[in-house]
């Protein structure tokens, strides 16, 4: 199949952002499809995966991932379908997984992706519950927290891809979970759909009082997604040994000034907490124990997830500004074609 003439859409990194990404800050542009070499398979995109973590890859700051460069098409977790192969191990019609390029088309080398077992969970699964944030999710709460039964748990973003797993996990670890979110109907969906003992909507709710009132025994795990003032509530209710991973900041990812709150040493000494960052690359060498664990509970009915998906190419752009919004329920993705 020579595809080299016929164009597709791509989306680059036009400026950094400053303060809350924009529009104008992204292109998108027509370039060439392009053709496979030996060991590359050509893959239409069918779904886009959009995270909170690509606002950091925006700024041009050390992390623990390199940046985006300017005028280069942006990458993140993308399903699609093999439509022509030169490789051994990839035949047309394969469903795969890999960090593909914001484009309707890519061709890749053979070792960039992976087969997605169809019959195993819905493919949309391996970017979420089964995929990257399921994952996170997973490592974060049992390896750095080790829930253990009867304790408390308290979940920040707690109706977002990872946070609602997190709570789901800490359940079936036998402990009490409160949930925070940003809704009524995401509360009511921590607690009616996903089991969840207590859930705050901090939108409405004064979050110290709340979380004073739901954790009368203190807090002995908080799982962080958000940071910021939300964060600062936990601190006074902390328990002797708690456990803290830090798994994400998105109160503060647009700001512009540096975020500063009350300082944490005090509380972590009085109470000989741990807090720890992390992300899921520090655990590259485990993903397939994660992966087995989240799949087996995922069919034995003990994890529930949902997705926000966005219909078409043209609002990649709308989906990932919408997760700074709150608009999500679940993993947010973005659908731009049809699995045959």
């Known amino acids: 199949m020579n595809m080299n003439q016929q164009m597709q859409k791509q989306i680059t990194l036009k400026q950094r952002p400053v303060g809350m990404p924009k529009m104008d800050d992204f292109d998108f542009i027509d370039t ?88 195993l969970a819905p493919v949309t699964a391996n970017l979420s519950i089964i995929g990257m944030t399921g994952l996170t999710a997973y490592f974060g709460l049992l390896d750095i927290a080790k829930p253990k039964s009867g304790e408390t748990v308290v979940v920040s973003g707690a109706a977002g891809a990872v946070g609602s797993t997190v709570g789901q996990i800490a359940k079936i670890k036998g402990t009490r979970v409160i949930g925070i979110a940003g809704t009524d109907e995401k509360c009511q969906y921590l607690l009616n759909e996903l089991g969840f003992d207590e859930a705050i909507n901090y939108k409405k709710e004064d979050v110290p009082t709340a979380l004073a009132k739901a954790c009368p025994e203190g807090i002995d795990i908080y799982f962080d997604n958000v940071g910021g003032t939300i964060s600062d509530a936990v601190f006074p209710l902390l328990n002797k040994f708690a456990r803290i991973p830090v798994c994400g900041a998105i109160s503060s990812y647009n700001d512009v000034e540096v975020d500063m709150g009350p300082r944490v040493q005090t509380a972590l000494i009085k109470t000989s907490a741990l807090m720890k960052g992390f992300t899921l690359g520090d655990y590259s060498d485990r993903i397939g124990e994660g992966y087995s664990a989240l799949a087996t509970w995922l069919n034995e009915g003990k994890l529930k997830y949902e997705e926000t998906i966005v219909e078409g190419f043209d609002h990649v752009i709308d989906a990932f500004l919408d997760l700074f919004k709150g608009a999500n329920l679940g993993k947010q993705l973005v659908k731009v074609s049809d699995i045959d």
């Not at 700051?61 to 977790?77: D, H």
């Not at 390029?101 to 077992?117: A, H, T």
């Open 32 to 119: 060439p499809i392009g053709t496979t070499s030996a060991g590359e398979v050509l893959i239409r995109t069918a779904y886009i995966s959009v995270d909170p973590y690509l606002r950091g890859r925006m700024q041009d700051t050390k992390s623990y991932i390199a940046p985006f460069e300017l005028n280069k098409v942006i990458t993140s977790g993308v399903i699609g379908q093999v439509v022509d192969s030169k490789s051994e191990s990839f035949s047309k019609g394969d469903v795969v997984l890999g960090n593909l390029g914001w484009q309707e088309y890519s061709v890749v080398n053979e070792k960039e992706i992976k087969k997605i077992d169809k019959n």
